[in-house]
């Protein structure tokens, strides 16, 4: 097939906590402190299970874990006593703060007119990409605020597609989590892990960070696994 009818990328989506900012940590120091009301000590690993999934899904699993079953009531005081500290912790994210790697990969997409979405379960990302300088940056932003499914589903990624008006095989998803790389499994895209390779492993490439990741390595990768 020659070169120009051949299929290629069209867009490219970013998950946002834990591939555009390292909010992993900030997630984790709130969702910690507020498990001590339930006297559960929450621990690295057990926050590893909550990165991609939703605040209202990550609350109900603290509370499994920890043995305890509030009313809903009380599920959705402690999920937004959470994001109130959250929130408080993100408000002194700057520019800086962007990982290293991302902003180049992104100039590099937009000068090659390739589309940039955003696909994040958080639905404080607009606030943070805000903080980050990054407001005027994505052709499409998807957010938490935009779904009804949390991932591992993949209707944040499916709706962003649509919404670039690209073909779901046209597109790439940029993840830290494993919810994540499944959602994008499920949405039929070409999924690239940002992270440790034994919990990543079902992407299609794993970095450990986006500082190697760039269009050519993203189209080879295209060539190889899509094509
Ligand atoms: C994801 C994070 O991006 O967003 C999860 O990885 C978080 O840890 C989820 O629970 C929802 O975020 P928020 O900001 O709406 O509470
Ligand atoms: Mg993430």
């Known amino acids: 097939m020659p070169s120009d009818t051949m299929p290629n990328i069209g867009g490219v989506i970013f998950d946002l906590d834990g591939v555009i900012v390292d909010t992993a940590q900030f997630h984790y120091t709130a969702w910690k402190t507020l498990a001590k009301q339930w006297n559960y000590e929450l621990k690295i690993n057990d926050n590893e299970q909550l990165k991609g999934v939703s605040r209202k899904d990550s609350v109900a699993k603290i509370a499994a874990w920890a043995g305890v079953q509030p009313t809903t009531a009380e599920l959705h005081d402690v999920a937004t ?3 109130k500290l959250y929130l408080e912790l993100c408000a002194k994210l700057t520019p800086n703060d962007i990982l290293p790697g991302i ?11 390739i589309k940039v979405a955003l696909g994040s379960a958080s639905k ?23 779904v009804s499914h949390s991932k591992p589903n993949p209707e944040v990624f499916i709706k962003a597609a649509a919404q670039m008006k690209l073909s779901q095989q046209n597109c790439v998803v940029i993840e830290d989590a494993p919810a994540g790389i499944q959602a994008a499994i499920s949405a039929q895209m070409l999924a690239v892990g940002l992270g440790d390779v034994a ?16 269009l050519s390595k993203l189209k080879q990768l295209y060539q190889q696994i899509v094509i």
């Open 103 to 113: 902003a180049n990969l992104i100039e590099e997409l937009k000068e090659n007119h």
């Open 124 to 146: 404080n990302a607009r606030f943070v990409i805000e903080k980050l300088g990054l407001e005027s940056t994505f052709d499409v932003i998807l957010d938490g605020n935009d």
């Open 81 to 83: 006593r959470k994001n």
């Open 199 to 214: 919990e990543l492993h079902q992407a299609d490439l794993v970095l450990p960070n986006a500082i190697d990741l760039t």
